[in-house]
């Protein structure tokens, strides 16, 4: 226990016992509150102290008396401790809500200590509106470079506030290899979006929201969203990212995969674009012979067919004999277009 060590390197004893039980005290902030212990011990004297502990700071030493009857008052700050018949008093005026802590009487008596009275003190302030926050995870897979905006719903009733402060809501992260909170981001009240209850006009629900961008491994973790005020925290149920870092190797993988199936699509489409230009010069062709066949035999069927006869007559040297006709048949034709 970090109190009783911490005690006995103080005083220099050396063990400690315990007499009563630990008991619970709650008052009103602004209100006095009186503790006390019993002081005497069966022989001899011994030093009677009052000690403040707060959760996460070091123990504070607040009133300090003696087993035998004292007449002198101590006093620290608001802090006032007095002999009363066999007991200790400690008074402390005006309470705070930082005077919530665990308060300890001890005696040291000839290096020993004895633990006399455990009290907790919670010193109850003015209520805040808000009675819960909720939050919600991303529905995608998150990457390396990827962003995201995470959200906290605070749940309020303004019927009954009793605090005149309003609300802020803080973002804190805890890394998987931490066990503290790291405060990363604060909201005041008026940067969230409220929503009334159509039930309830007193109910709502404000959402706020948390924006990163360029998420990297070290941002993982879980996320939670707090909201204070009058001295009270609430926390959220917390979102938790996984971030996926894509290893070197399976990016030059990826590069080298995406280049080879842009040179297949590439030489597909050269392909594809000269099979088409092969096959569109094929038809050309076919369809230029078809028409010189149809234009041939259309020049045929229009052929129309003359015969002219010649008649020529040879006269001998030897008188006149008769001529014997020979006759000679010239073919032409002629064109209709």
Not at 118 to 145: C, H, M, R, W, Y
Not at 148 to 161: A, E, N, Q
Not at 267 to 295: G, H, M, P, W, Y
């Amino acid at each position: 226990m970090c109190v009783v060590l911490y005690i006995l390197l103080l005083l220099q004893a050396g063990w400690c016992t315990f007499d009563e039980n630990f008991v619970t005290k709650m008052v009103g902030v602004g209100e006095d509150v009186t503790l006390s212990c019993n002081r005497n011990i069966s022989r001899g004297t011994a030093t009677v102290f009052w000690i403040r502990l707060v959760t996460g700071t070091m123990p504070e030493i607040v009133g300090k008396g003696y087993s035998f009857d004292h007449d002198p008052v101590n006093m620290i700050s608001r802090f006032t401790t007095k002999h009363e018949l066999g007991r200790l008093v400690l008074h402390i005026t005006k309470t705070k809500l930082s005077d919530t802590a665990f308060y300890y009487c001890l005696k040291s008596h000839q290096q020993s200590i004895t633990f006399s009275k455990g009290i907790f003190l919670q010193i109850k302030g003015p209520e805040p509106d808000f009675t819960a926050a909720v939050q919600g995870s991303p529905s995608d897979a998150i990457n390396a470079g990827d962003s995201v905006t995470l959200r906290c719903s605070v749940l309020s009733d303004s019927g009954k506030k009793t605090c005149p402060e309003e609300h802020r809501v803080f973002w804190f992260r805890v890394a998987s290899d931490e066990s503290r909170h790291r405060l990363i981001y604060g909201q005041s009240n008026s940067d969230g979006e409220c929503v009334k209850s159509p039930d309830a006009q007193s109910l709502q629900s404000c959402a706020y929201s948390f924006f990163k961008e360029n998420l990297t491994s070290t941002d993982a973790g879980t996320y939670y969203c707090a909201v204070a005020a009058c001295g009270r925290i609430v926390f959220g149920n917390g979102t938790k990212l996984d971030i996926e870092v894509v290893s070197t190797h399976d990016a030059e993988k990826t590069d080298m995969f995406l280049s080879l199936l842009c040179a297949a699509l590439a030489v597909s489409l050269i392909v594809t674009a000269f099979l088409v230009c092969a096959v569109r010069k094929k038809s050309c062709n076919c369809c230029k012979v078809q028409a010189e066949d149809q234009n041939h035999q259309r020049n045929q069927d229009s052929l129309t067919y003359s015969t002219v006869i010649f008649t020529r007559s040879k006269a001998a040297r030897a008188g006149r004999r008769k001529a014997t006709a020979k006759k000679e048949t010239i073919y032409s034709d002629v064109r209709v277009f």
